[in-house]
């Protein structure tokens, strides 16, 4: 018998595709730049990409004020973020909102029920398009639908008018 066998040819795809997968599920996390995979959504309602994050040199990663540790690009401006409301950031996992005139919070933009991303923010509630949970602004909590518990917190920083993961 010559050639290649079977087992060989199977074995040799199986460990392609391994491969591959592993090589796209690398890179996303060293750039933080928002756009790595195609978990990224740009589609969400309110979801801007990063291209409208922020501006100047923070978008570089530039220092702090202490002149020596980098600091991470801003999520948004606090002017991005209207009172009783939020943005969803879909391509960062994250929701920003402020529930009352400069007082920021951020949670984590999957639902506790199916694992959707919310998709808007208005009226004090985020809500979840595919069951139609609906969250607090202010904490998080339920307030409606079939979600089981709050939304997760995300600490954040605010700093001038940057709102950055904490």
């Known amino acids: 018998m010559s050639g290649v066998g079977r087992r060989t040819v199977v074995s040799a795809a199986g460990g392609a595709g391994l491969v591959a997968a592993l090589a796209a599920c690398g890179g996303g996390s ?3 730049d928002g756009g790595g995979g195609a ?3 740009t589609g969400g309602k309110g979801d801007t990409g990063g291209a409208d994050a922020s501006s100047g040199a ?11 540790t980098p600091q991470t690009p ?3 401006k606090t002017g991005d973020i ?5 943005k969803v950031l879909a391509d ?10 400069g007082e920021f919070k951020a949670f984590s933009s999957r639902c506790t029920h199916a694992g959707c991303t919310v998709a ?7 809500v979840c398009p595919c069951h139609q949970s609906r969250f607090d602004v202010s904490d998080g909590s339920v307030k409606g639908g079939p979600a089981p518990s709050p939304l997760e917190p995300t ?3 605010v700093t001038g008018d940057a709102i950055r993961l904490g």
């Not at 923070?58 to 020596?68: K, N």
């Not at 209207?82 to 939020?86: H, K, R, T």
């Not at 808007?120 to 985020?126: F, L, R």
């Open 58 to 68: 923070d978008e570089t990663g530039g220092t702090d004020a202490s002149g020596g």
């Open 39 to 41: 978990a990224g959504g």
């Open 30 to 32: 060293a750039g933080g």
């Open 120 to 126: 808007s923010v208005a009226d004090g509630v985020i």
């Open 92 to 101: 960062r996992g994250v929701v920003i909102t402020q529930p009352k005139a």
């Open 155 to 157: 600490p954040i920083e």
């Open 74 to 76: 801003p999520l948004a």
């Open 82 to 86: 209207p009172v009783g409301g939020g």
